[in-house]
């Protein structure tokens, strides 16, 4: 654009078009936080373990650059979008989103998306970390959806004209490798399917409530390279051993269904907002661990054995202002039961030896206050309370101290 001399009528013809069809868009944000823990060392969903010897930090949470171009018809309809964001912390650099997306011209209702974005599933893992009010997203969307995003390719049924009889309704539906960015490639040929058909937000004609809603899918699952499986045996509270030969190659499931709503409700000043959002379904995993795999498991004998867990868990929320829009309380409560099969001292009992801590629920209740300076700036302080259920193992006989506090400033540009 350097070169186009805006001094004659073709420079500046070329610049009325640039602005009128392209669009290019530089934003970020950056979080610098300080956590103290209830203990050192603690394993935690607030940013990640703490160190061996330490029990508070100073941390750069995120810091993230996005880059946005479009290119708008003359009906100022986008016709292609483009999106590169990285993440760079004291921790290192990676990207985040790298993905482009072309809307079909003709009818304005669909939409084909490919590259690294986050996977269609509910609607926490879809919501910003620089619009959300808690610190982070629960512990089950941390741990069956690691850093959100993955590699595929997705369609997009969305009305764009507003006079659109459909212009509530949203459907994606997509394939992806399904080990997102927890692994750095495809390690099996399978793929995972993710739907979620949603109703945007919708007036309810009652003092200018809206309501949100939406159910997701996600049908998926991990090659086998091992003859080793565990599932659960009916009945009992303790894995079943499977080592047929022929459970090499099979698909292990990670079947994963959920649903959600947001409600908003209009105050005098401010809002006031509820949110939920449940999922239940089976994960594969291993012994120590529920979290999906980002590479294929392993021990020093080979392939580790995998183990199949029915899982549950949701989330609900309570946003409100307080008598201003810079002022917000939020509160929260989530679950996580990684193996709904077993519960409390069944695990690490005599007769259930094969269960470990990956088969523990937790429950958090967080709670806390969000200040905007304005709309560049803000600052939350926030509680999380953990509980574990108390087991038969030693190290978890009762809830273990793993509280976090987190007082963090967001610059956003």
Known sequence: MDMIDTSTSLGKGMISIYKKFDHLRISGYMQPQFQYASHKGIDS???????????????????????????????????????????????????????????????????????????????????????????????????????????????????????????WLKMDVGLFNGQGLSGPADFDSHKDLIARVAMKPTKLGIGGWKLSAGASILYGGMEQFTPEIYQMEDGKPAFRR??????????????????????????????????????????????????????????????????????????????????????????????????TKVKGRQIGSPLATSLSKADIRFDTFGFGYVYYFNENMKATFWFDRVWNEATALEEFADDIPDNVFTARLQYRF
């Open 45 to 167: 969903y607030s940013g990640g373990d703490f160190g061996s010897q330490s029990d508070n930090r100073f941390m750069l949470r995120r810091g993230r650059v996005r880059f946005d171009y479009a290119h708008f018809n003359k009906r100022n309809l986008p016709t292609v979008q483009f999106v590169f964001q990285f993440d760079g912390t004291e921790r290192g650099v990676n990207i985040r989103d790298f993905w482009g997306r072309v809307f079909d011209g003709q009818w304005d209702i669909m939409a084909l998306t490919m590259g690294m974005f986050a996977r269609p599933f509910g609607y926490e893992v879809n919501l910003s970390s620089g619009d959300r009010e808690a610190p982070e997203r629960g512990r089950m969307s941390q741990i069956l959806m690691r850093s959100e995003r993955d590699m595929g390719g997705m369609l997009t049924f969305e009305p764009r004209a507003l006079d659109h009889p459909l212009h």
């Open 242 to 339: 499977d080592s047929a030969a022929a459970n090499i190659g099979r698909i292990a499931p990670r079947h994963y269904y959920g649903g959600d709503a947001q409600l908003v409700i209009p105050n005098r000043k401010g809002l006031t907002q509820f949110r939920a959002e449940y999922i239940r379904g089976v994960q594969t995993a291993t012994h120590l661990d529920t979290e999906t795999p980002g590479v294929v498991p392993l021990r020093s004998a080979g392939f580790a054995p995998l183990y199949i867990r029915d899982f549950d868990g949701a989330y609900l929320s309570f946003l409100q202002h307080l008598g201003s829009e810079k002022h917000q309380l939020v509160l929260k409560y989530d679950w996580y039961d990684p193996n």
